[in-house]
């Protein structure tokens, strides 16, 4: 049987993957510690809340909760992504492209230890 470039497994060291490993279960237990931060800053969580207040006080409540909710919304979507860094590690497909299959490249997930897929997909995506 003839392999192919799928059969070729492509993947990074053992012994870099351990500190990977650590550090995106760390960054997830910090952005879920930074997600409850911001959902206790949201004005519509204090239960001391009043319901009559003047505009001007509405307005700014419903301007933090707005804000709140994206920032929370924000950190949602970084902890997705580096569980599913976190799943791709563990199958022994981490550092590969979930586009085009070649391995990512080490600077980028350096920077962003999170990201599945290369610079070159990611600029495509965006097109």
């Known amino acids: 049987?003839?392999?192919?470039?799928?059969?070729?497994?492509?993947?990074?060291?053992?012994?870099l993957l351990k500190p990977i490993k650590s550090f995106l279960e760390s960054e997830i237990v910090r952005l879920k510690r930074t997600e409850k931060g911001i959902k206790r800053s949201d004005p519509f969580s204090d239960p001391g809340r009043t319901l009559e207040n003047s505009s001007e006080e509405d307005a700014d409540e419903q301007i933090g909760h707005f804000e709140a909710q994206v920032k929370a919304r924000f950190v949602t979507k970084q902890i997705v992504q580096l569980r599913r860094a976190l799943s791709l590690l563990k199958i022994g497909k981490y550092g590969i492209c979930e586009s085009c299959g070649k391995m990512i490249d080490t600077d980028r997930l350096a920077i962003h230890p999170g990201v599945t897929v290369c610079i070159k997909c990611e600029k495509e995506r965006e097109k």
Do not use: V
């Open 1 to 15: 049987m003839k392999k192919t470039d799928n059969d070729t497994q492509l993947k990074f060291p053992q012994k």
